[in-house]
């Protein structure tokens, strides 16, 4: 399976990925989290992502794109991979569409997390007590909500005229989301 799990920041994309990825037997592959390994590394990655992820705003393209390039090439995600958070611009998806194309596969599913814009701010606050994330302050994550509108929220209609897209509620109990996923993903063809 190659998958994609999209949603607004604090949808429950790293959440809900693990469950997916573990069912279908494929890695979860999630930018923040290779980004945020590269920041607490100390890495040159890490050093240029954090810059922008501080400041609620997208990790550019080019260093987006180069990096899940490298990861998708990796011998566990020949047989397929679920991506979490990626693509989130219009010119990651041409960049995923070259990667996909150069596997001789195609996408299988794009599943969208909908979850309500109180609900989502407050999920992050409680995450900022927990985790302290730097990008959990109420005034990044409204930039972050303002990013994702502006530059994420198109790609939902490129994946519906692909008939590729699956809305899914994102509220409730964890365990609920992951049956809905399971459940729209079972009439999906492997
Ligand atoms: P991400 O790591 O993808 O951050 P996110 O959108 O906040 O995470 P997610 O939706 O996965 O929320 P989670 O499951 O943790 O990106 C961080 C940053 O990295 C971006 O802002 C950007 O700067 C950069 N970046 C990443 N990808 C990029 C790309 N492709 N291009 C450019 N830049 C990129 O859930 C949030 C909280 O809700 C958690 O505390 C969780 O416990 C809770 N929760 C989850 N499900 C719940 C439920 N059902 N009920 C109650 N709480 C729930």
Known sequence: MRLILMGPPGAGKGTQAKFVAERFGVPAISTGD?????????????IEAKRFMDAGEYVPDEITNKMVRNRIDEP??????????YPRTLAQVEELDGMIKFTGHALDAVVVLTVNQDELVQRL???????????????VIRRRQEVYAEQTEPLIDVYRDRNLLIEVDGQGEVSEVTDRIFAALSSVPQ
């Open 125 to 139: 606050l409680q995450r900022a007590q927990v985790e302290g994330r730097a990008d959990d302050t109420e005034e």
């Open 76 to 85: 566990d995600a020949q047989p397929g991979f679920l991506l979490d958070g």
């Open 34 to 46: 290779i980004f945020r390994a590269n920041v607490s590394r100390g890495t040159e990655l890490g």
